[in-house]
């Protein structure tokens, strides 16, 4: 069983629509928590960082930790062509340096 | 205004011929990271640097060496490339308790 379990889509949506990006995770010594979106050919890009539990929202994304379940979400809202990518979830645990796993990301399409 | 500047953007190589991929960056971050990615697949971290210390993943192949002679320069070394080391390489930087930030990565093309 991998750490971070992440469905890799795609996910096609319309212009407008709200998206839903999951990941459910087996560590429950992970404690913080980020999503990065990647465009084709390109580096990701941070896009929300996130301590324990709770929900962050920066403009049209929203991202939500339940550490009782093991499962993060990343929201968007208004979605645009513009945010077709691939949006992976990392995690990390607390103390001290500590190495990203990422999952394997989700190809998600927004049609206009 | 890039922070994680990789040079070059695209490298191509012949099989078995020695290769070198740059990273610098401007954050003056004490982390740096290489990690192989490859098509629809999570990025896979090969080793980082914390300061001078080099840290190795256990299942990173002898193939791949990397430097660091200061703190803004980063480089991946792979002595013998094998068509399967075709991939984008990406560099990251970070500190103990923050996000890694990342270039725009290195396609690596081997012929």
């Known amino acids: 069983q991998k750490e971070v379990e992440q469905d890799p889509g795609p996910l096609s949506v319309p212009e407008g629509a709200i998206v839903s990006l999951n990941c459910t995770y087996s560590?429950?010594?992970?404690?913080?928590f980020m999503w990065y979106r990647q465009y084709s050919r390109k580096g990701p890009e941070l896009l929300m960082y996130?301590?324990?539990?709770g929900n962050k929202e920066d403009g049209r994304f929203t991202a939500q930790v339940d550490k009782s379940s093991k499962y993060i979400s990343l929201f968007i809202r208004d979605s645009q062509p513009s945010d077709s990518a691939t949006y992976l979830c990392?995690?990390?645990?607390?103390?001290?340096?500590?190495?990203?796993?990422f999952g394997t990301g989700t190809r998600l399409l927004v049609s206009p | 205004d890039a922070m994680v500047i990789q040079n070059p953007r695209y490298q191509v190589t012949q099989f078995g011929k020695p290769v070198t991929l740059s990273c610098s960056q401007t954050?003056?971050?004490?982390?740096m990271y290489w990690y192989q990615q490859k098509s629809s697949q999570a990025p896979k971290l090969l080793f980082h640097?914390?300061?001078?210390?080099?840290?190795n993943e256990a299942d990173t192949p002898d193939n791949f060496q990397s430097r660091r002679p200061n703190t803004s320069f980063c480089f991946l070394d792979i002595r013998s490339p094998g068509l399967g080391d075709a991939a984008m390489y990406l560099c990251?930087?970070?500190?103990?308790?923050?996000?890694?930030?990342f270039g725009q990565g290195t396609r690596l093309t081997v012929v």
């Open positions: 990251a930087t970070g500190t103990a308790n923050t996000e890694a930030f």
């Open positions: 996130t301590y324990s539990s």
């Open positions: 640097y914390y300061d001078k210390d080099f840290n």
């Open positions: 990392a995690m990390k645990k607390n103390t001290g340096f500590q190495k990203l796993v």
């Open positions: 560590n429950s010594a992970f404690q913080y």
């Open positions: 954050l003056n971050h004490n982390v």
